[in-house]
């Protein structure tokens, strides 16, 4: 009986001594897993198995001048020239980035400004993903945006003094003497990159076309850019931006860094330059290039008004709340605009406002803090002067939406934009494509009724206001059948 108690006890010992060890092996092989695990974070915090993205600019095989057709184009002596560097410096390595440092402030432009000449270069924070185009751009830097919100006084680097003396207007309008100059009817200004040459030139070809219109009414272009805040992606940008102004006279150059947030910047620049330059103008129609424009429709509808009185008229946002949410592209936090709500204001793809408007918006624009979204800023400065904008449903800055009693229609359709003003984000084969649909001899619509006195309509769709957290200016022009 003895022994069959110690044999008992030692096979439980056994059993127990057995458990015990399989929990210590448990026990080690998880504690084992976790220093795996946290080597594997330490590693990949430190960055040493990210890989390394170089990014290569390959040169064209076209030169500046051929591109521009400036082959038997004159030079204006008063053009600036830029003087490039002997050779570009190469793209730096995409490195990731302490986003607790801020970033490096870039090489000063090559043609230096006078006085204050210190551009914004801290809005974006470089990532590793700097290398390729986002979707969403990095945190902006809203506390250094409002430290440098005073320095709002740029150079302009190329300018157009002659563009808005159209010489023998008179003569060719039936009177004055050989010689005679006289302000334009219409001043076109469109908002533009350097790199976007194609834009402008088709612009150029077809809704920016300068000339004399019906009536003799006279329309002059001009393209309002900044320089590029990465030059090394655009090989001799300054050479291209000197041809082109040499070849079409319509560019205007100012030394600030030509960024979404900086086109505030642009806005204020150009109401100065209108001041300064282009007093007289009658009307103003100020776009973006992608947009199609009827200008046809838009003289039409400036019938009857007077350019000494106040007019601003485009596609209208009312009651538009500031958007909280971080990765839109036009988030504002609460320090920088506290209201609830934005002011009146026009989307920038297109408006029309009188020369009245224009000067007395030049003056209100000085008095105005500067706010990151321009859009929003012209409207701060239209409350200013007590002048209520107009909205107009033949201007489509949101593109057309395709109705949900027709889901067969055919938005893109050259009877629709016949009808219409301004309809944005538009390619530019798109833009080329409808310019010429409209302009063709065989095109057959409806009778066409005055845009001014019964505008396009779409039920349902006309008179809306812009809800809460609506990102403006990112809806497609028209779906894809």
Not at 339 to 347: F, I, R, S
């Amino acid at each position: 009986m003895c022994l069959q108690k110690m044999l008992r006890k030692m096979v439980t010992m056994r059993r127990i001594l057995h458990v015990k060890g399989d929990v210590i092996c448990t026990m080690l092989l998880l504690i084992l897993f976790c220093l795996l695990l946290y080597a594997r974070q330490v590693v990949l915090s430190s960055g040493w198995d990210r890989p390394v993205w170089k990014l290569e600019v390959h040169g064209s095989t076209s030169s500046s001048r051929t591109l521009l057709g400036a082959s038997g184009a004159k030079v204006i002596p008063e053009s600036p020239v830029f003087t490039s560097r002997p050779s570009e410096p190469q793209l730096p390595l995409c490195k990731p980035q302490d986003k607790s440092k801020p970033p490096q402030a870039k090489s000063k432009p090559q043609v230096k400004s006078k006085g204050k000449s210190t551009l914004r270069r801290k809005n974006v924070v470089p990532t590793k993903a700097a290398c390729k185009a986002l979707p969403t751009m990095p945190p902006f830097d809203f506390e250094g945006y409002l430290r440098e919100k005073d320095n709002r006084d740029f150079k302009l680097l190329i300018d157009q003094p002659e563009k808005c003396h159209i010489i023998g207007a008179d003569k060719e309008e039936g009177g004055g003497s050989k010689g005679s100059t006289k302000p334009p009817y219409m001043l076109i200004a469109v908002k533009s990159i350097a790199a976007d040459f194609d834009k402008r030139q088709v612009v150029r070809r077809t809704w920016g076309k300068e000339g004399l219109f019906q009536n003799g009414v006279s329309i002059r272009t001009v393209f309002l850019l900044g320089v590029p805040r990465n030059r090394t992606a655009l090989p001799l940008w300054d050479r291209l931006l000197t041809y082109e102004s040499q070849t079409f006279r319509d560019i205007l150059l100012w030394d600030f860094d030509d960024t979404f947030f900086n086109l505030t910047l642009k806005e204020t620049h150009f109401l100065k330059w209108v001041n300064s330059t282009c007093p007289h103008v009658k009307f103003i129609f100020k776009g973006d290039a992608d947009v199609y424009v009827n200008v046809e429709n838009i003289l039409e509808m400036l019938q009857g008004q007077k350019p000494d009185e106040d007019l601003f008229v485009g596609d209208i946002i009312i009651h538009a709340k500031p958007i909280r949410r971080r990765n839109s592209k036009y988030f504002v936090p609460e320090f920088v605009y506290g209201g609830g709500l934005y002011p009146n204001y026009a989307g920038g793809g297109g408006f029309v406002m009188s020369g009245h408007t224009a000067r007395r918006l030049s003056s209100a624009c000085q008095q105005v803090e500067l706010f990151p979204i321009d859009d929003v800023f012209l409207g701060m400065c239209l409350q200013l002067i007590s002048v209520k904008p107009l909205r107009h449903q033949g201007f489509r800055t949101f593109g057309i939406p395709r109705p949900s009693a027709a889901p067969h229609l055919q938005t893109f359709d050259p009877c629709f934009y016949r009808e219409l003003m301004v309809v944005h984000s538009l390619s530019v084969p798109q833009i080329w494509l409808m310019w010429n649909l409209l302009h063709d001899p065989k095109l057959s619509c409806h009778n066409r009724t005055s845009p001014t006195s019964l505008p396009f309509r779409w039920r349902g769709r006309v008179g809306e206001t812009v809800g809460e957290e609506t990102d403006y200016g990112e809806k497609e022009v028209f779906l894809m059948h």
